[in-house]
């Protein structure tokens, strides 16, 4: 329910002229939440140049350390025969191969029964006996399916895995098959089927990999050699004894020229959007909120310095320009050749990778802009953290403010109606007196006619 503004039923004055006082009285409160809006709008956009800096940091994760910008590679004249993985730092180089024999798992398979949930197996105890671990038993109840037998196996988790396969030779085609978890010679299993109907037959007797590597024999329990070159693992597919296959670990230069170009377009998401801040509106006439924000700009400053300037570190380019990525000037933006630079990759990898990579005597672009990143974002003193706990103090005062002022209006808005009220009745009161003293002056003058 509304509060009767003062001269709205008597008609003694305008109850507008209550309203615009107490608009009056407002504007200042209304200020107050403009104020508010500009830096709530104006951490907002900082907040994206900050999001921007993380982002571009991110970038540089592939490219500041030696161990992040080399990519490598394994190039296989036989990829279907033998494969490989790169999972670090690993010496370039040409390998060559034979593989004679692939590792097995042992397999031990029963005979058949007529389904897989319903037949009974047999009863009592078989036993597993596994090469280079203790021998564990299975206890099959009376009624147990092969099925049963399968899960129990299996919940066991004693290093072998059982299923039921169905081979559809009629009129026993389920069977139980037991597997080695492990390859290798040491992969050996052994069933003792006790009392149960279950007999069991050697399918595949588990064996070691056979390679040659360089002529040198090799084996290993599985088809991943893991430990024959640093960081490398090889994956054995099949066995082909006679073919020699050639395994090269060689630099990945189309993934390390994704990790540049990501760093450049980072780069550049951020130039654009603070170059923006500076383009003034044509409807508006006004430029961006940041134009004229010095953390800002401190923050391009800062990233812009990184990339200009020499490397110098004596290898056979020192310049990012000299491999294929220039400044606009205009803009500030970076931009990629990417012929030029997948050409300088090609040419000398490493060349290119002391341009971006921090090593002894000099640090190169993307290791001094991580440096300038952590500096910015630094808790302390960091323009983005000292900026951004500006902003948020700042705002915290006008909700202050605001606070005080819709208080102290409210105060004031019932002090004027109050006064107005008393206005008015008093206004009523004098009213009623001339109504009286006109019609008794009035009666008077009538009289004496």
Known sequence: MGVRLPGATTGLFDPNVVKQLIEVEKLPIEAAKKRKEQIVSEKDEFAQVRELVSGLDTTLNGLKNRTDF?????????????????????????????????????????????????????????????????????????????????????????????????????????????????????????????????????????????????????????????ELVDNVVFNVKRAEPGTRVQVNITYDIEQTLESIRSFVDGYNELASFINQQYIVDGKTNKAGILAGDSSTRTVMRRI??????????????????????????????????????????????????????????????????????????????GVLKTKMRTLDSIIQNQDKEIENKERAMEKKEESIKRRFTSLESQLSGLKAQGDFLAQRFGAQKGGKK
């Open 304 to 381: 812009q310095n990184s990339v200009v300037g020499s490397v110098n570190k004596g290898g056979k380019w020192s310049t990012l320009s000299e491999i294929g990525i220039t400044t606009d000037a205009k803009t500030g933006k970076l931009e990629m050749n990417d012929a030029k630079v997948k050409k300088s990759l090609a040419e000398d990898y490493q060349s290119v990778a002391d341009l971006f990579i921090q090593q002894r005597g000099a640090v190169g672009v993307a290791a001094r802009m991580a440096n300038a990143i952590k500096d910015l974002r630094d808790p302390q003193g």
């Open 70 to 226: 080399y990519k490598l590679k394994v190039e296989s004249s036989h990829p279907d025969i033998i494969d490989g993985l790169v999972e670090g730092v690993a010496l370039i180089g040409s390998y060559e191969f034979e593989v004679r024999g692939m590792a097995k798992t042992e397999k031990e398979l029963a005979y058949g029964f007529p389904d897989k949930d319903e037949t009974p197996v047999g009863f009592g105890f078989m036993l597993i006996e596994r090469d280079d671990l203790d021998d564990f038993e299975v206890v099959i109840e009376p009624g147990s399916s092969l099925q049963d037998v399968a899960t129990q196996i299996n919940d066991a988790e004693a290093g072998v895995k059982a299923m039921v396969i169905n081979t559809k030779y009629k009129p026993d085609p389920y069977r139980l098959l037991v597997v080695s978890e492990k390859s290798g010679n040491e992969a050996k299993v052994k069933i003792d089927e006790d009392t149960t109907f279950l007999e069991f037959k050697e399918q595949v007797r588990g064996r070691n990999l056979d390679i040659l590597f360089e002529d040198v024999p090799v084996t290993d329990d599985d088809n991943n050699l893991e």
